[in-house]
């Protein structure tokens, strides 16, 4: 414990070293991936509504946690701002409003109890119960045609906690009501027998019968689409966290265990657990996303607590050994990160990938901003 503590302050005190050149460069923009290891910028026209833009804030107020420095947080802010114009844009607000203000409006609310920041974090929950479906009890995933009008992800289970935090602040169950109902639908739906997890389910939007699953960012349908696992595992450990209903932690536990059986000995990712040997993608973000979910899980159990506990070291040690780029002319932290498997490019940066292997190591050292 006091050896893993000691690795992660290092790890971090380097990361920090390098975010301070970085977080400056950067200043003016919101990133999603690097090319030729600068920073792209989606701050820009349509570019504002990606689903990750609240990242990088959310690095930044990680960063903040563990330095007090005013630099950091400014950026933070800055980036909360710029988000502003997605708010007013009813065609960019979608399932992932949570990944957009829980690590920035919500974020800067839980530091400062900032007015302007709690209105945001409102509207943006607000939107998300809009987007549930009632019959069916899921929240839609994306906006588009009616083709894609009953799907829903196992991706919005991390959005759930701005619906359990609207309602902490509003003393207002509506929010948590919409949130649990989903949960629910996520557990029945979702979560197979081994513990491995959907990617897309679709529904009729009009009786909420399930109709089918699609493979989704995965490999093909039935397969074991990594991140997916990641999102579950920590989803649902999150829906624990706010409800305190033993069936969410179960759920938890359940892909939990699964993950930790498939993780290769090396403790590298794959893009996807059933992904052919001869193909040897990875994708960093499911390491850093799970080993976020096992620590945070590991604080809610008492058996299985040093399995879970281990076993986000083993990821986290990987990654840093094999995949954390120090340099200091290279914007990105964590490389060899993959969108999905049948995208044409893999292993590249990506911003959540960077957010969540900080995280976890300020869970690690204790100086965490609880963002979720």
């Known amino acids: 414990m006091k ?22 460069r950067s200043k003016d923009k919101i990133p999603y991936t690097t090319e030729n290891g600068i920073h792209d910028d989606r701050s820009q026209n349509d570019g504002i509504g990606w689903w990750t833009n609240g990242f990088w804030g959310g690095l930044m107020w990680q960063l903040y946690a563990a330095t007090g420095e005013e630099s950091f947080r400014r950026i933070a802010e800055a980036n909360e701002e710029k988000l502003d114009r997605v708010l007013i844009n009813w065609n960019m607000l979608d399932h992932d409003n949570g990944f957009k203000w829980l690590p920035t409006a919500v974020a800067h609310y839980r530091v400062e109890k900032n007015e302007n920041s ?8 607000n939107n998300l119960a809009g987007r549930f479906n009632a019959e069916g009890g899921f929240i839609r995933a994306w906006n588009g045609d009616a083709k894609v009008r009953g799907w829903a992800i196992i991706d919005c289970m991390m ?10 602040i509003t003393d207002d169950p509506r929010f948590s009501a919409i949130a649990v109902r989903h949960a629910e639908t996520s ?22 019968s399930m109709i089918k699953t699609y493979g989704g960012q995965g490999m093909r349908e039935g397969s074991s689409w990594t991140r997916g696992q990641a999102w579950g595992l920590y989803g ?17 536990k359940k892909i939990a265990d699964y993950f930790l059986s498939q993780i290769p000995e090396n403790g590298l990712i794959p893009v996807d657990f059933l992904q052919p040997e001869n193909v040897t993608w990875q ?24 399995t879970y506990r281990s076993g986000a070291m083993k990821l986290l040690k990987a990654l840093a050994d094999n995949n954390l780029d120090l340099d200091h002319d290279h914007d990105q932290l964590i490389e060899k990160c993959s969108a999905a498997y049948n995208d044409e490019k893999h292993e590249f940066s990506i911003i959540y990938g960077d957010y969540f292997f900080t995280e976890a190591l300020n869970k690690i050292t204790g100086k965490e901003l609880f963002v979720w």
């Open 236 to 252: 649902f450990t999150l829906s624990y966290i706010h409800t305190k209903n033993g069936v969410f932690l179960e759920t938890a």
């Open 3 to 24: 050896e893993d503590i000691r690795w992660a302050e290092e790890t971090l005190k380097s990361i920090v070293q390098k975010m301070r050149i970085v977080a400056d």
């Open 283 to 306: 994708d960093s973000t499911a390491g850093a996303i799970a080993a976020c979910g096992l620590l945070t899980l590991a604080e809610q159990v008492s058996g299985e607590k040093e």
């Open 118 to 125: 709690k209105n945001r974090g409102m509207l943006a929950a």
């Open 187 to 208: 557990r029945k739906y979702f979560v197979r027998e081994d513990g491995s997890v959907n990617h897309i389910v679709e529904f009729d939007p009009y009786t909420g």
């Open 159 to 168: 959005n759930l906690p701005l619906l359990y935090w609207a309602s902490e």
